[in-house]
Antibody, heavy 120, light 107 residues
């Protein structure tokens, strides 16, 4: 069965960067897009971007375009999301989510989430 | 940018029918997906492409989409249906958009 296992919680200083990993198993890694979605405390879901693991092509939300980088390691079946120039408002749970295909735009499987806390 | 509007909260009596709406400009022309999120947990897809249920989602949950409103319908509401529900679309460009979420309470 499909599993997405994310790296552990992080505490970062304002201005630093964070890199969160998402290890996939149970399916053909290159066959499905992987998205990143975040949720600030008490807030709704916010889409950040996605990657085609087969080609490495990425698309980012306009909001995060300048600060987010999504990459993948095909040999490790792992997708990474790096967010730079962190500020307090980036404190959130970050989720990876697998698409139904390479461009369906729906999130059929989710990782467990990674809490990133940013302090000043 | 494309916007989706959801009611903040919906209440339903146990065993009755709940309707959660998602309003967007000509949303009927887009594929709408719905997610349930229980407290402290990751979201779960409950409806995709307007009306399709993933494996394991009960038939009590259904969806419709027409005009400017998509609707998630939960019949015979149970305590386990409580949580936050989010609608989501692809805006037709390169952005995925979520609604603000609706908190469902079963009385």
């Amino acid at each position: 069965q499909v599993h997405l296992v994310q790296s552990g919680a992080e505490v970062k200083k304002s201005g630093a960067s964070v890199k969160v990993s998402c290890k996939a198993s149970g399916y053909t890694f290159s066959g499905y897009a992987v998205h990143w979605v975040r949720q600030a405390p008490g807030q709704g879901l916010e889409w950040m971007g996605w990657i085609n693991p087969g080609t490495g092509n990425t698309k980012y939300s306009r909001k995060f375009q300048a600060r987010v980088t999504i990459t993948r390691d095909t040999f490790a079946s792992t997708v990474y999301m790096e967010l730079s120039s962190l500020r307090f408002e980036d404190t959130a749970v970050y989720y990876c989510a697998r698409d139904a295909g390479l461009n369906w735009g729906s999130f059929h499987f989710w990782g467990q989430g990674t809490l990133v806390a940013v302090s000043s | 940018s494309y916007e989706l509007t959801q009611s903040l909260s919906v209440s339903v009596a146990l065993g009755q029918t709940a309707r959660i709406t998602c309003v967007g400009n000509n949303i009927g022309t887009r594929n709408v997906h719905w997610y349930q999120q229980k407290s402290g947990q990751a979201p779960v897809l409950v409806i995709y492409k307007d009306k399709n249920r993933p494996p394991g989602i009960p038939e009590r949950l259904s969806g419709s989409n027409s005009g400017n409103t998509a609707t998630l319908i939960i019949t015979r509401a149970q305590d386990g249906d409580e949580g936050d529900y989010y609608c989501q679309v692809w805006d037709g460009g390169s952005e995925m958009v979520f609604g603000g979420g609706t908190k469902l309470t079963v009385l």
